[in-house]
C-alpha cells in the first residue's frame, strides 16, 4: 500500500525558509496528486497546497506568495518550501495523496505521519 | 478562519447517535461533494467519508454522510468509545480555488 514519510527540520528560524520532503513508497509519484497539510497546535487542519506530474499546481490563497510545492520524480518525491516564516508557521505538517479527480472529490486518502516544525529564534 | 462552520463539540453515550454539522456556501458544499476525517488523539487525520455519503473500506457502516444545499452532515450511529476523536469536514472552494476544513469536532463519548 502507499506510505508517506515527511522529512525537514524541526527548527526553522523567523524569516528563514522552511523546506520539507515528502518521500512515497508504494506508487509512482507520477500517478496521483500530492497535498500538504498542516495543523498548528492545538487547532484544526489547514490545506496548503497540491502538484501534479503535469506541473499543475493549487495553493491556498493566504499562503500562496510564501508557498512553493513541486515533484521530484526520479526521487520519488514532492516537497514544500514556505518562505518568511514567521511563529504563526508553527505546526505539525502532513503529506498527502489523492486520486486523480477533479476538485478532491474522493478525498486525500493516505497521509503521513506528520512532522512538527517549530518556527523559533 | 475556515468558511465552514462546525460544532466545536458533540457527545453521546456508547450505543447512542451522533451527527456533526457542516455548514457552507455556495462556492464550496453548494457546488461540491464533501469530504470527513476522523482524528484520533496524537495520530494523523483519517479518511472518513468521501463524496459526501461514501466510505473508504475498512469504515465502518455505522459512519453515515449525507449533504443537501450548502450543508453536510455526518452520523455515528450506535457510538463507540474508539470514536471519541476530533472530525473535520472538507470540500473544494470554487472562489478560493483551493480545498477548505471545517473547524473540527471534538466528539466525546459520556
Known amino acids: 500500500q502507499v506510505q508517506l514519510q515527511e522529512s525537514g527540520p524541526g527548527l526553522v528560524k523567523p524569516s528563514e525558509t522552511l523546506s520539507l520532503t515528502c518521500t512515497v513508497s508504494g506508487a509512482s509519484v507520477s500517478s496521483y496528486y500530492w497535498s500538504w497539510v498542516r495543523q498548528p497546535p492545538g487547532k484544526g487542519l489547514e490545506w496548503i497546497a497540491y502538484v501534479y506530474k503535469s506541473g499543475s499546481t493549487r495553493y491556498n490563497p493566504s499562503l500562496k506568495s510564501r508557498a512553493t510545492i513541486s515533484l521530484d520524480m526520479s526521487k520519488n518525491q514532492f516537497s514544500l518550501r514556505l518562505t518568511s516564516v514567521t511563529a504563526a508557521d508553527t505546526a505539525v505538517y502532513y503529506c498527502?495523496?489523492?486520486?486523480?479527480?477533479?476538485?478532491?472529490?474522493?478525498?486525500?486518502?493516505?497521509w503521513g505521519q506528520g512532522t512538527t516544525v517549530t518556527v523559533s529564534s | 478562519q475556515s468558511v465552514l462552520t462546525q460544532p466545536p463539540s458533540a457527545s453521546g453515550t456508547p450505543g447512542q447517535r451522533v451527527t456533526i454539522s457542516c455548514s457552507g456556501g455556495?462556492?464550496?458544499?453548494?457546488?461540491?461533494?464533501v469530504n470527513w476525517y476522523q482524528q484520533l488523539p496524537g495520530a494523523a487525520p483519517k479518511l472518513l467519508m468521501y463524496?459526501?455519503?461514501q466510505r473508504p473500506s475498512g469504515v465502518p457502516d455505522r459512519f453515515s454522510g449525507s449533504r443537501s444545499g450548502t450543508s453536510a452532515s455526518l452520523a455515528i450511529s450506535g457510538l463507540q468509545s474508539e470514536d471519541e476523536a476530533d472530525y473535520y469536514c472538507?470540500?473544494?472552494?470554487?472562489?478560493?480555488?483551493?480545498?477548505?476544513f471545517g473547524t473540527g469536532t471534538k466528539v466525546t463519548v459520556l
Open positions: 472538507a470540500a473544494w472552494d470554487e472562489s478560493l480555488d483551493g480545498y477548505v
Open positions: 463524496k459526501s455519503n
Open positions: 455556495n462556492s464550496n458544499i453548494g457546488r461540491n461533494t
Open positions: 498527502t495523496k489523492h486520486n486523480v479527480v477533479p476538485v478532491l472529490e474522493e478525498g486525500l486518502d493516505v
